[in-house]
């Protein structure tokens, strides 16, 4: 018989522990290796060493995320699952917009983010029952609702620090001699695509240097959040237009 839910409030190497055992092999951490998937991904390979570990290599990555995917390579001796966007919607999309659409608007900044990272985790995810993010209820005003076990188009999703602040991330992360990306000492508190995440100045919001230059956006990439109202119309459009075929 499969383990019940676990109940809320659980704690975070609880919740992993049943996750792997309920799934196994369908059970992976998506992760792009800031301090919180960094901790996620420690505590579960202190229970199994062979979780799964997946990422999105979107393209535009920063050349540092490359040196962090190498370091977690070695120091845990896994596999990173890296997942690349699909090459001829890439080339639609580069060729109506430009490679450089995210400073366009925000329509054409989340079309980008759904090329190249919602829809190749969605392929990925295809025969995945359950998953677990680094998401924390504190990093922003769009994830204070976010739940530590919740059903996701048909999946589990696990967000095992969704009540954890900064400062037991860090702590965790200190104790276990984690590895931790080396932007951080950049100035760097929020971790994404090269051309779209700049540091931030003393005072500034965790994720202010994502997407920086939109100011009323909310500053989401669509794998957590679907975007609403007239944005998603307008992203929908957009992305049919790159989707059909000879585009
Ligand atoms: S973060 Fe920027 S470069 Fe990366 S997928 Fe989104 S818009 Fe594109």
Request: aromatic content about 8%; charged content about 30%.
């Amino acid at each position: 018989m499969s383990a019940p839910f676990p109940e809320p409030g659980t704690p975070p190497s609880d919740l992993l522990r049943w996750a792997m055992a309920r799934f196994g092999s369908r059970f992976v951490i998506t992760t792009s290796f800031q301090r919180e998937g960094m901790v996620l991904f420690d505590m579960a390979a202190r229970i199994d060493p062979r979780v799964r570990v997946v990422t999105l290599d979107t393209g535009r990555l920063p050349e540092e995320t490359y040196t962090m995917i190498e370091m977690v390579r070695e120091r845990y001796g896994v596999e990173v699952e890296m997942v690349a966007p699909e090459a001829g919607e890439v080339e639609s999309m580069v060729r109506q917009h430009g490679p450089n659409l995210f400073y366009g608007s925000v329509p054409e900044r989340k079309l980008c983010c759904q090329i190249r990272k919602v829809r190749p985790l969605e392929r990925k995810l295809q025969g995945v029952e359950a998953y677990a993010v680094g998401l924390r209820r504190e990093q922003s005003e769009s994830r204070e609702s976010v739940a530590a076990v919740a059903q996701d188009r048909g999946r589990v999703k696990l967000s095992p620090l969704a009540d954890w602040s900064s400062e037991q991330v860090r702590a965790y992360t200190a104790e276990y001699n984690v590895p931790e990306h080396p932007l951080y000492d950049k100035g760097f508190p929020s971790i994404g695509c090269q051309p779209c995440t700049r540091p931030t100045a003393p005072g500034e919001a965790e994720r202010a240097g994502r997407w920086w230059w939109e100011e009323s956006a909310d500053k989401e990439c669509g794998l957590h959040f679907t975007p609403s109202g007239k944005v998603l119309r307008t992203v929908d459009v957009l992305l049919e237009q790159v989707l059909k075929p000879n585009a």
